[in-house]
């Protein structure tokens, strides 16, 4: 399994960005799906998971500003970003896991099998 992400930048304090995940080789059709954040200095973060019903789950730091979505035809995982804050500068990384049928909430890093990358978020003036 590989997973690839694209997307970030530099924005301004309210601006928005849109991450993307490339799921390549993943054999697991109900498996978790979710983005993390890292902070230099901070412990990784669970911002947004997605189950296999489709279900959402998010962070209370970006609950209503961020949108998990995933395109099944690509397939790959989104994450819109909407009214950035400085606070919200990371690392930011996807990620998948083994699990057959996933249910509910999944934001702990430990429960994840597969990462990507990561790529750059910073929002500053």
């Known amino acids: 399994v590989q997973l690839v992400e694209s997307g970030g930048g530099s924005v301004q304090p309210g601006g928005s960005l849109t991450l993307s995940c490339v799921e390549l080789?993943?054999?697991?059709?109900?498996?978790?799906l979710a983005w993390f954040r890292q902070a230099p200095g901070k412990e990784r973060e669970g911002v947004a998971s997605?189950?296999?019903?489709?279900?959402?789950s998010y962070s209370n730091s970006v609950k209503g500003r961020f949108t998990i979505s995933q395109d099944n035809n690509r397939p790959t995982l989104y994450l819109q970003m909407n009214s950035l804050k400085p606070e919200d500068t990371a690392m930011y990384y996807c990620?998948?896991?083994?699990?057959?049928?996933?249910?509910?909430?999944?934001?702990?890093?430990?429960?994840?099998?597969?990462w990507g990358q990561g790529t750059q978020v910073t929002v500053s003036t």
């Open positions: 080789g993943l054999s697991y059709s109900g498996a978790c």
């Open positions: 997605l189950d296999s019903y489709g279900r959402t």
């Open positions: 990620a998948t896991n083994k699990v057959v049928y996933c249910r509910g909430a999944h934001l702990g890093s430990d429960e994840y099998d597969f």
